[in-house]
């Protein structure tokens, strides 16, 4: 498994002149290794876990992506999750810092699985992503989703796929016995 290697993606595969259209191969039952793999990190507000401020926080966020030419000119990756029905959490995967912005690193195991549907779904690809961290022998530490394009591009495409990235919990070696 590569180091902070992500899927491929063709960004030129656009018909909106927004989101390119998604190809989910390659994408499920993927295993993701990161190790201070750069993002930077955005918060939305939100009402009853509906966000009111999405679009004007991406637009910025991305704006300043583009400036600092931190963009990953073979695809994107933006981690989304809510913190409370109030506040959502987005980490948005860059090559180079980007000023005027909050920069963090995740290190880490993750696992992937695609979801196609209407993103009322969300909560139960959450309980699913949490059975595929179990089924591989892992806890889920925290589950992000991966919302591969706007719902504009989506309706579009006629295709709204979501992908499900699951944060494993590290595994624990065996414990040795003290008799050899």
Partial sequence: METN???KMDM????????PRFNPQGWDGRHLHFEDKLFVRATTRA?????IDMGSVFTRVQQHIEDAGAQDPEGYLVLSRDLSATE?????AVTTPVPDEE??????DYITRVFEGPYRHAKDWVHDMDVAARAAGRRAKT???????CPKCARHYHENYIVGVAELEPQHPEPRSANP
């Fill in 5 to 7: 290697t992500l899927p």
């Fill in 12 to 19: 030129l595969a656009t018909e909106t002149g927004c989101c």
């Fill in 47 to 51: 009402i009853l876990h509906v966000p």
């Fill in 88 to 92: 959502g959490e987005h980490y948005f």
């Fill in 103 to 108: 920069m963090v690193t995740l290190s880490g």
């Fill in 143 to 149: 589950v992000y989703m991966f919302y591969t394009t």
